[in-house]
């Protein structure tokens, strides 16, 4: 009866708990997918649907394992280096267990590097162009001294390495290990030496007495100025670099990297370092702040050099401005221009003075823009720069999104040299000089003698060039404006000539002109065999083979012309003399090479040959370029031949078999007797055991 009591009671409670949830007014229902639906209360009002508020269920945990994996000593760790994609195969990883047999006869080769590592040292290695198969061929190679089994296994792997968990250890491993680093050096306070050194930078003071750098605006990581790089002391430099015009007309007059001006006015060179020793800059300025910046002298000295007394007091900025160890940089006379075509002519401005940019609202041009910077710093060794001198290019620039190209260098001059040049190696030629070219010239001695000699020009960078284009594609004219052929550094370079279809035809032979003095532009006769070839040793100078032009340039219709000549290729041969561990270039050979004639035709496109279209014009390309050929003749190994051994034995060896002289042996037949003897007895007794 208590059991059945106790039955009763829970079939109640059961009911009780399964009906209850419903007599209840806005109360929540637990479905099946664990979604709680929220039920309205149970009213005469207008009810809305239900809303099915989703909670998600947990999801299973497991303990992250806290420890390293644990890797095995002496144990190849990689056996499928390729194998890089999981659950997918990768191609031409013949290893791969993802990899099918068709994937597989798929494969065009095997790229994983299977090194085997055998305990037989006996292996000769051989070269395998292609393996297609994941076998590895074993060579062996065994000889007389030929170890067989390596007892020390743990040679062919390296040791497991420990987790680095400080700063400390690793620290120590980096200062053990390390080698070259691209993290920033800790900063240090700047120090000025007595004097510039090969390579420092050239401080200036601008007229708000901030500290400066003479600048070299080069292309840092694209073709754009960078105008933070500074120049080097006694590094002859140049960088070409280009500037993005969006907003002419802005940029023309507000810019001040476009100006002449702002590359030598507003600022004085400091001639020696020695001068910042006892003189603390400001921080930067604009030349046009109203605030006086204050001088405030160091505190310390450098410990290297001697004691000197530093001022307590300095004087007013104007006269510290003015000190004789400023150096003011002036303009080399004339000022030239760059014409529509390239060429460089002197500007002849009124008053000797070098004018801003100015725009031009009707033209659209900006005049007087800066096209190219040329320094030229005489300097005195350990005394210092003694003048300054910048030699300008002005231009005009005319189109919005259309780069300005500027060129800036620097020369630097030793005030007591004279009759200075250059050569181009000493004696074989240096990658990256120009190749010295020039013409031969007979000069008429007071007592009859003709002399010959090699006439050179004074510009290193005009001996020997190839076809530059202008900022629109154009070709140059100037020939101070080409681009000199450097010792071992192929190059190509073009430039265009436009042409409308109406005088296509007509003028033929005038586009073939233009293109050879293009192409050619002041060619040279000779090229000197080294780089300090003499001028007066005619013998050390190669004559340069120029091909002959065959055909003329003709017009059989209407917007063509053949045979048209529009590209020359130098060629220069060399060779390499002197010893294998310095070895020398001599030029053995020039060669300009014409193109084969083509075929100028004006095409149909767009706009073009449409009614009224006469007059557009199309582009023709003229290119140049440049190989060099190395012709070297290297030594061949002589091997003497293999020694042959002459074997011979002692005259003793066959004692007591034989006896005589060194020079005559005979058997002893006495004793040969005695052992024919022995050996009866023996083969007798040993019969009569076995019997």
Known sequence: MASASRGRLLSFVLLFLFTWPSSQQGTDTLTTDNSVVTNPPLTNAPTDPPVVVTSQAPLPTTAVPTDATELPENTDLGPCICDLTVNGCDVNCCCDPDCTTDDRNTFSECIEDTNVVDERLCIQSDIIFLENTPETVDTSNPSLFCIVTDNFEERNYYTIPQ??????????????????????????????????????????????????????PAPLHTSECEDGNPASYLYNEGTECVRRISNLQDQCQGDPALSALSYYTGFKIVTTPSFLQDFSPPDPRLVNMTETPTVRPTPTTDPNTTNIPIPTTFPDNDSLYDSLELLEITVREPVLCESTLGVHIPCNFDGGDVPTPEYNSTSGICEYILKEVNYYITHNGTNGIMDAEVQLVLGSHSMDGLSLTQFFSTSFIKFDEVDVFERSG???????????????????????????????????????????????????????????????????????????????????????ASALNALTGQMPEYVAMFGNSAVEVVGDWVPIIVDDLLGLPSSPSSGTCINMVMALHIEVLYANVGSLANPQAKVIGVRYNYAEGKILKYHCSGAYCQVGADSLTQSFEVASSVGFVETSNY????????????????????????????????????????????????????WDIRL
């Open 163 to 216: 987790t680095v968990e400080t700063v400390e250890r690793f620290e120590e491993l980096t200062d053990q290990y390390g080698d070259t680093s691209y993290a920033a050096p800790p900063y240090q306070n700047e120090t000025y030496a007595d004097f510039y050194k090969s390579g420092d930078a050239i401080y200036t003071i601008y007229e708000s007495l901030s500290l400066g750098v003479v600048g070299l």
């Open 426 to 512: 000493n004696p074989g030629y240096v990658i990256g000089e120009p190749l010295m070219a020039g013409n031969l010239v007979q000069l008429a001695e007071p007592d009859g003698i003709i002399k010959k000699s090699i006439e050179l020009g004074n510009d290193r960078n005009n001996w020997l060039t190839i076809v530059k284009g202008t900022a629109d594609g154009t070709c140059v004219t100037d020939a101070d404006s080409r681009t000199p052929v450097t010792f071992g550094e192929d190059v190509r370079s073009g430039c265009t000539i436009r042409v409308s279809y109406e005088n296509v035809s007509n003028i033929c032979e005038f586009i073939q």
């Open 635 to 686: 030594p061949e190994a002589v091997l003497a031949e293999r020694p042959s051994f002459d074997s011979k034995l002692p005259n003793d060896f066959f004692y007591p078999f034989t006896f005589g002289s060194s020079t005559r042996l005979q058997l002893d037949v006495r004793l040969l007797y005695v052992l024919i003897c022995c050996y009866v007895v023996v083969y007798v007794q040993s």
